[in-house]
């Protein structure tokens, strides 16, 4: 901007802190009174009656799948110049001149036309978000109704430097009198020689949301000091997110929307025919510019990496947490329908036949409490099986989470998942493809999560677990069903402790990578045992494609049990190789792929997606080893390191993966089809 005075806010080390008050102040609430008089004298009398400036938005789609530190990934990503003209008394248009788009998955995402340009005015007396449909008529905290609808609390001072002048900053944290109503929880930042608005930050209260499936909105602004007469617009950011609305699944859309402006054009001559018209105009989809792009696309989304948007919106996010201690700012409803995933509703495995089941959540009002109950049936064993977790949340922008559950389950012995549920429920229904290896757990203990440093989970569980055998009870239509052994055993007590790294960026084929430690032991009236376990996945960009890497292994003590065991071979480890042919008390496997995109013909999915002009391909190798028999166990060591080489083909834009494969000791070949790994949480 170069006629702008640029304002980067830093906290001073050598500023005089001025120390917060409580709630409701009488200096707060007077520095307040002060700030909505000169904002609302600025509406008419503002001392730069008209101005022009170009703003320049990426929009970014993002799913985020599984748990909620599950991986992000990108699903579509906008860029926008528009034309801002702005006169008093608070009169503005905005005229989309560039836009385009790239998508990385099917989508027909319409977006709310508020959500293509930018604030002009702070929003004036009344927030409007997604033309009315997301929030609509929130009292602005700095409007005559504000005074009386919210309450002040005034933090520390912050120093502004501006180009050689120091500007002081008063900090007021603002929530509602009443939290059950509809309104803002943020943080103002006020020049203390002005008064004026420099910095907003903010979300809103659960009852603001008109939209049931929208989780939480965040929004930033900021403002810069142009030519030492006003404060206008700077950069902008927005987050929303959203859950699937009545039944809660473990998936998450979210629009990331961040804005820059370029430089100002002060007391510009505008005639009324500007502001004729709707008051964002323009381009109505994404198409050619007005003018030439300065700068390729793919700079630009690497300037707005997700991974740098996520921890902003935390930021924000972080920062109304604390602001409304104790309370939850969801959007959601506190009881509603709530699964784990698709397979979770209705599955099939050769133990239970069809199993149906459901669950639900209800959450207490703002004490951060939660009842989590599940329930499933297995239509041919007549197997019930089920639980309840009651949850408590604490309070903070990294809160430690304590659990209490009880639960009768079904579940495969591997912690490494080969397959999607839903490949998994056909595969097995119609062919015998079952690649389950199954065991009866009923489980009670505690548990506890806490977020470590800004991307490590912390968890750790202890608890009663009883394992019992389970035998093959259903037939697929076409085959035999695959024996099912006997996992049963003793029960014990136990003991775990968990380290996930929590993915913070996204890129078109899901999570750029990750790792997880796990630690677990038990002892019991005959015996004790512990088990180790690593994974770890990374992706490293090469001059054609990138280079992905898989790596998982363990250990564990003698009197391991049965259903505690490590496998390996066939789909998902060892293409070629016999189905979890190799297994014990330890294992290392490791898989490489270089990957690729290359031209694919796009089909038609509707008027305004296809399949995509791109495929990729992916050339692997994969190692593993198995070592230390468990008697009765699922597989024998695998008398040294046996390997596999073989190549993947992701169509519509990664939803689907087929790979094909020979087991470089057996000479078998094997192909098999699934959806994209990053959708496996989901389904």
């Known amino acids: 901007m170069r006629r702008s005075l640029v304002v980067v806010l830093c906290w001073a080390a050598g500023a005089a802190p001025l120390a917060a008050q409580g709630w409701g102040d009488s200096a707060a609430t007077a520095l307040a009174a002060r700030a909505v008089a000169v904002r609302a004298r600025s509406q008419g009398d503002s001392a730069v009656r008209a101005w022009q400036v170009d703003a320049r938005g990426v929009l970014l789609f993002l799913a985020r799948l599984g748990a909620e530190s599950g991986p992000t990934r990108l699903v579509r990503a906008d860029q926008l110049d528009v034309e801002v003209y702005w006169r008093a008394p608070g009169r503005s248009k905005q005229v989309i001149r560039g836009w385009r788009d790239r998508r990385y998955l099917p989508n027909?995402?319409?977006?709310?036309?508020?959500?293509?340009?930018?604030?002009?005015?702070?929003?004036?007396?009344?927030?409007?978000?997604?033309e009315g449909d997301e929030v609509r008529d929130i009292v602005h905290p700095l409007s005559a109704e504000g005074l009386a609808r919210y309450e002040f609390a005034r933090r520390d001072s912050v120093r502004v430097s501006a180009a050689g002048r120091v500007v002081t900053m008063d900090v007021l944290d603002v929530r509602p009198r009443d939290p059950a109503l509809p309104a803002v929880v943020g943080t103002l930042y006020l020049d203390r020689a002005s008064a004026e608005l420099v910095r907003f930050r903010f979300s809103f209260t659960p009852a603001s949301y008109r939209d049931p499936s929208v989780e939480q909105i965040t929004v930033r602004l900021e403002n810069a000091l142009v030519d030492g007469r006003a404060w206008l617009p700077y950069h902008q950011s927005i987050e929303i997110i959203r859950?699937?609305?009545?039944?809660?699944?473990?998936?998450?859309?979210?629009?990331?929307?961040?804005?820059?402006?370029?430089?100002?054009?002060?007391?510009?001559?505008?005639?009324?025919?500007?502001?004729?018209?709707?008051?964002?105009?323009?381009?109505?989809?994404p198409g050619d510019s007005a003018g030439p792009w300065p700068v390729p696309f793919d700079s630009v989304l690497a300037s707005a990496d997700p991974a740098v948007s996520e921890g902003e919106a935390a930021a924000v996010r972080a920062e109304v947490a604390r602001v409304m201690v104790g309370r939850s700012l969801s959007g959601l409803a506190r009881s509603r329908w709530s699964v784990r995933g698709v397979s979770d509703l209705l599955r099939y495995d050769r133990v239970e036949g069809v199993a149906l089941g459901m669950g639900g959540r209800l959450e207490g009002r703002g004490s951060g409490l939660s009842v989590a109950p599940t329930a499933r049936v297995g239509l041919a064993s007549g197997l019930v099986s089920g639980g309840i977790t009651l949850a408590h949340r604490g309070a903070g922008a990294r809160p430690w989470t304590v659990e209490l559950d009880a639960a009768r389950e079904v579940r495969d012995l591997s912690d490494h998942p080969v397959v999607?549920?839903?490949?998994n429920s056909l595969g097995a229904q119609e062919w015998g493809q079952d690649h389950g290896d199954y065991v009866l757990v009923e489980r009670a203990g505690i548990g506890v999560r806490h977020l470590v440093g800004d991307g490590t989970l912390l968890s750790w569980t202890a608890g009663w677990v009883d394992p019992g055998p389970l035998t093959v009870e259903a037939a697929p239509a076409h085959a035999e069903p695959r024996p099912q052994a006997d996992l049963g055993g003793a029960p014990y007590w136990s003991t775990g402790l968990r380290l996930t790294s929590v993915p913070g960026g996204a890129t078109p084929g899901g999570a750029a990578g990750g790792w997880e430690v796990r630690l677990d032991g038990g002892w019991g009236r005959e015996s004790s045992w512990g088990r180790g376990a690593v994974s770890y996945a990374a992706v490293a960009p090469l001059p054609a494609g990138t280079l992905a890497l898989r790596t998982y292994g363990g250990a564990a003590t003698e009197a391991l049990p049965r259903w505690r065991g490590f496998v390996l071979g066939g789909r998902g480890t060892l293409l070629g190789e016999r189905y979890r042919a190799w297994g014990g008390r330890q294992m290392a496997w490791g898989e490489l792929e270089w990957r690729f995109e290359v031209p694919a013909p796009a089909i038609p999915l509707g008027s305004f997606v296809s399949t995509g002009r791109r495929a990729t391909l992916a050339p692997f190798v994969q190692a593993g080893w198995a070592g230390g028999a468990i008697a009765g166990g699922v597989g024998r060591p695998s008398d040294g390191v046996r390997g596999s080489a073989g190549l993947a083909l992701e169509l519509f834009y990664g939803l689907v993966r087929?790979?094909?494969?020979?087991?470089?000791?057996?000479?078998?070949a094997q192909v098999t089809f699934d959806v994209g790994r990053a959708w496996w949480g989901v389904l």
């Open 243 to 285: 859950n699937a609305g009545a039944l809660d699944l473990p998936y998450r859309g979210i629009i990331r929307g961040d804005w820059s402006f370029g430089d100002y054009t002060l007391e510009p001559a505008l005639p009324d025919t500007v502001f004729r018209g709707v008051p964002i105009a323009g381009l109505r989809a």
């Open 658 to 668: 087929v790979e094909g494969g020979v087991g470089l000791a057996t000479g078998r």
């Open 420 to 423: 999607s549920g839903v490949v």
């Open 108 to 130: 027909e995402l319409q977006y709310h036309r508020d959500h293509l340009g930018i604030v002009t005015d702070g929003f004036g007396p009344r927030i409007r978000l997604g």
